[in-house]
């Protein structure tokens, strides 16, 4: 595998919030609220997605999922912040159910967990994130990793990052933390795909080692998350994410799950040129949209707006520069081209795929070559 090593400089160094929403959408998927009823903030509304204001339900609309018009209904924030009675008391194995559900772990039975690795590694180039939350919030990260460890008796936690100035900074508060420790990683993409990095710090790849099945990856943004279950066995609804590009307020912002970019956009001062791109996830892995009519969902790490331009793709030229970069070795120009032979593509491992874009990325002939992967694997799927 050919690394690609990332060279780029941190542009943004402030944190913002937005945190009191005019409205919130919810994807209405059998839920039991109607027009006209009260929700209280952390009320369940569909699995896995609780309110994250209080207010009435005002209206049903339609609003863009990712590229998806899906229906919502509306809750219009009373700005009270009411949450009814809570006694919830922490249970190690309904702590665990709802870490499953929330796909914040991988099995159920991770009771005995020796190692905690927090991945505190940005999903891509560009996207700042994790960094600004560190440099923003040391020694409560390092506190709630320590409180995560006492509660489940885990005896040793690796916080893996990438940047200098960051290492340095969590070396100066890490005394009083002696079972944490700092481990900085060469920085190449995608080192911050949890499986490349468990490669790169352990020497295992994902074959359910016995050391392996001892270990938990958790990344660090979803402390917010872990700290609300290990109170309320509820999560947070809250975002961080990266907004940035040419002509927009460069930040990182702390949004409601739930909030409309519109919304976002507006606050941050709206767009500064007509004629945009925008583009929901980072530079390598995200998506163009054709508009800002979105919600905010537990999926979005970033927002990218760019000057509107179209890409024509040229001739593959059998350079084999994608099959070189692919960090789990698959040879994307045969998907390509054996895309209509369902025989074949099943001969070409494509579920191996950790969907980075290294390949559309480094193609010399702007072929989305991912994009072929992953309508490669919806071929299979299908079956």
Known sequence: ????????????????????????YIPIDNTKYSLGDYIHKNDVINENIYSPISGYVSEETYKYIDDKKTKCMVIE???????????YVFNKEKFFATLKSSNLIDSYDKYDIKYLVI?????????????????????????????????????????????????????NYIGTYPNIKIVK?????????????????????????????????????????????????????????TIGGIGIKNTIIIVKIGTSLRE????????????????????????????????????????????????????????????SVCPVDLVPVFIMKN?????????????????CGLCSYICPSSINLRNYIIKAKEVIDNE
């Open 1 to 24: 595998m050919e690394k690609i090593y990332i060279r780029e400089k941190v542009i943004v160094s402030d944190m913002d919030k937005y945190l009191k929403p005019e409205f919130i």
């Open 77 to 87: 924030n009373d700005y009270k912040d009411k949450k009814r009675n809570n006694n």
């Open 119 to 171: 991945n505190a590694i940005d999903i891509e180039p560009y996207i700042f994130s994790k960094r600004v939350y560190i440099n923003n919030y040391t020694s409560n990260i390092l506190s709630i990793i320590d409180k995560i460890m006492g509660k489940l008796n885990i005896s040793k936690s690796i916080l893996a990052v990438v940047d200098n100035r960051l290492y340095n900074n969590l070396i």
């Open 185 to 241: 990683v060469n920085n190449y993409y995608p080192v911050s795909n949890n499986k490349i990095l468990l490669k790169e710090l352990f020497g295992f790849t994902y074959k359910k080692t016995s050391l392996e099945k001892s270990v938990w990856v958790l990344d660090l943004l979803s402390l917010i998350d872990i700290v609300s279950i290990m109170k309320n066995n509820t999560l947070k609804n809250e975002k961080i994410i």
């Open 264 to 323: 976002i956009i507006k606050y941050l001062g709206g767009y500064k040129m007509s004629d945009i791109s925008i583009t929901i996830g980072g530079p390598l892995t995200g998506k163009q949209i054709d508009n800002d009519d979105i919600i905010i969902t537990k999926d979005i790490t970033s927002i990218i707006i760019t000057k509107n331009k179209s890409i024509s793709e040229k001739k593959c030229i059998s350079c084999s520069r994608c099959n």
């Open 339 to 355: 895309i209509n032979n369902k025989d074949n593509l099943k001969k070409l491992n494509i579920n191996k795929c950790i969907n």
